[in-house]
């Protein structure tokens, strides 16, 4: 199976969104980062035909989406960035009713639901009603949904927004579990989330690929550009403006660096091995942080 972006493109009045994107996305977890505005969510729209392209196709085997239907939905699961619901359901009675919307065959519904419902942890507050449920357990219902007919395709955008650190170890679990023979597109702005799963990430800005491999070789791209240093206040300012920063932290009264020094480390540094987090700011963040 490969889903295929043949210039791929989409654009918003004088803004584009997607940028002529070239792409083959084969099984496994794809990590899609970069800042809000990236163009993100609007990819993530195209790759499950709910937008049309202003240019160029996404093809599944060779077969542009846009003409395969019904048959391109059975097998595609799909997490928006805001989950809707009717707040007087239960989560239980949610995922049934979305079970019959997506054709699933009336023996296999309870059955299926039950253990989505455990997969996610709700199985014992399957009677709640979603309008008294925590953002967190709506959206762990919401990735439920995304599994109900057990996608060949499952496309996340911004899955773990609103779940505590443990909601989110349980998330990348059961994602690694689900990745054999499946194509997992999870788009984020949480390095960490794709630092966890992802087997490969790809870097988006502007709605441009600015970097597309594992997350080793991102890294290694950096190696000998990436230094710590602890400085004063008034010399971490004068950083700022010279140098793209991955991280700041107060130790006492100096203020801990960690710098993107493509060109020359600063004698008082010391390098370090670079880390994805240091690659989302070389290539989508800001020249100042």
Known sequence: MKLTLCNLTKTYG???AVDHLDLDLTPGIWGLLGPNGAGKTTLLRLLCDLLRPDEGAVLLDGENIRNMGE???SIL???PQKVGFYPWFTAEKYLRYLSVLKGIPAGEIPGRVEVLLQQVGLYDQRKK?????SGGMVQRVGIAQALLNDPKILILDEPT????PQERIRFRSMIAGLAKDRLVILSTHIVSDVEHL???VIM???GSIQARDTTEAICRRLQGQVCTCTVSADEAEHMRARYKISNMQPVGEKI????????DIPAEAVPVDPCLEDAYVAYCGREEL
């Open 256 to 263: 801990s660096l960690r710098l993107l020094c493509p060109d």
């Open 14 to 16: 004088r803004k584009t």
């Open 161 to 164: 927004a609103g779940l505590d």
């Open 204 to 206: 988006l800005r502007e």
């Open 129 to 133: 009603r979603l309008g008294a449920c």
């Open 198 to 200: 992802a087997t490969q």
């Open 77 to 79: 699961g799909y997490l």
């Open 71 to 73: 048959e391109y939905r």
